[in-house]
T-cell receptor, first 115, second 115 residues
Framework: AQSVTQLGSHVSVSEGALVLLRCNYS??????LFWYVQYPNQGLQLLLK??????LVKGINGFEAEFKKSETSFHLTKPSAHMSDAAEYFCAVSSSGGGADGLTFGKGTHLIIQP | GAGVSQTPSNKVTEKGKYVELRCDPISGHTALYWYRQSLGQGPEFLIYFQGTGAADDSGLPNDRFFAVRPEGSVSTLKIQRTERGDSAVYLCASSRDRGWTDTQYFGPGTRLTVL
């Protein structure tokens, strides 16, 4: 069984500040991990994914995440927040790289950017 | 090319009615997934098709839910005897093939409201 816990349903940061969105996972097999972003009235868009290559994964829009097996974490960061980053962010886990089974998502974190 | 499309974008129905939700995957994508996203929650996996066959339907909540993909392209999610608890956004995703690291691309969803 797999599960994802996202700490903080809402995170507020100032424009230009560091963004840190937390994700912890539980998996009985080596996990594959994903971060998706959802803008209002749009579909989920993949930000980045970890598929057991490099533990530090760089994604689109300046986001990156680091897989830490000892902490069962896959936190998402961005050095400097932009107003356009305001959205809902979902962490997800899979037992495959995403192309062979359904993803298990966390409940999401709503990122608010303060001007 | 075009992304995943879903129709209708909104569907309002009455308790007990039958509804069909349609998903058009990205052209050439052989894998197709359905998810359900309730308010304030992350997407929940329902069913996964590889070609015409359902490879994993373990997420379907009960036998009122059924999905088909007769020609390996368009898929229809069918809900019989709808209940108020079925109200949610139904998301469809597709991926290129059964590759281990293929990315799932999501559509904008169909918002179903059961009165």
């Amino acid at each position: 069984a797999q599960s994802v816990t996202q700490l903080g349903s809402h995170v507020s940061v100032s424009e230009g500040a560091l963004v840190l969105l937390r994700c912890n996972y539980s998996s009985s097999v080596p996990p594959y991990l994903f971060w998706y972003v959802q803008y209002p009235n749009q579909g989920l868009q993949l930000l980045l994914k970890y598929t057991s290559a490099a533990t530090l994964v760089k994604g689109i829009n300046g986001f990156e995440a680091e897989f830490k097996k000892s902490e069962t974490s896959f936190h998402l960061t961005k050095p400097s927040a932009h107003m356009s980053d305001a959205a809902e962010y979902f962490c997800a886990v899979s037992s495959s790289g995403g192309g062979a089974d359904g993803l298990t998502f966390g409940k999401g974190t709503h990122l608010i950017i303060q001007p | 090319g075009a992304g995943v499309s879903q129709t209708p974008s909104n569907k309002v129905t009455e308790k007990g009615k039958y509804v069909e939700l349609r998903c058009d995957p990205i052209s050439g994508h052989t894998a197709l997934y359905w998810y359900r996203q309730s308010l304030g929650q992350g997407p929940e996996f329902l069913i996964y098709f590889q070609g015409t066959g359902a490879a994993d339907d373990s997420g379907l909540p009960n036998d009122r839910f059924f999905a088909v993909r007769p020609e390996g392209s368009v898929s229809t999610l069918k809900i019989q005897r709808t209940e108020r608890g079925d109200s949610a956004v139904y998301l469809c995703a597709s991926s290129r093939d059964r590759g281990w690291t293929d990315t799932q691309y999501f559509g904008p969803g169909t918002r179903l409201t059961v009165l």
